[in-house]
């Protein structure tokens, strides 16, 4: 099975800088994309994709993050990145990693992590 620990979360003053970590563990082959999407506060509102990364470097960013994100991995490790920078208070939520991993049973699966609490003091 493939685990996704997130880590890096926590309060920040709007204007500010925070990064994210994620690094992908257990029985990976290979790993296709990874990203991170974000749910703001309340039941009502839904998981948005924020940046992903593909396995050849292109990249994606929502337009609302697009100047202020930046997304990035090292391969090595497994480990993908978000440098979020000019944090605004619509930025709060808990943000989530996600992999798209093809495991040793050859099999493409997509997975989660747990996520991790982003809040943005205005």
């Known amino acids: 099975q493939v685990q996704l620990t997130e880590s890096g979360g926590g309060l920040v003053q709007a204007g500010g800088s925070l990064t994210l970590s994620c690094a992908a563990s257990?029985?990976?082959?290979?790993?296709?994309?990874m990203g991170w999407y974000r749910q703001a506060p309340g039941k009502q509102r839904q998981r948005e994709m924020v940046?992903?990364?593909?396995?050849?470097?292109?990249?994606d960013y929502a337009d609302s993050v697009k100047a202020r994100f930046t997304i990035s991995k090292e391969d090595d490790k497994n480990t993908v990145f978000l440098r979020m920078t000019m944090l605004k208070s619509e930025d709060t939520g808990v943000y989530y990693c996600?992999?798209?991993?093809?495991?040793?049973?050859?099999?493409?699966?997509?997975?989660w992590g747990h996520g991790t609490h982003v809040t943005v003091s205005s």
């Open positions: 996600n992999a798209a991993v093809l495991d040793s049973r050859e099999m493409t699966g997509d997975y």
């Open positions: 257990g029985s990976i082959v290979s790993i296709n994309s």
């Open positions: 940046a992903t990364i593909k396995r050849g470097g292109k990249i």
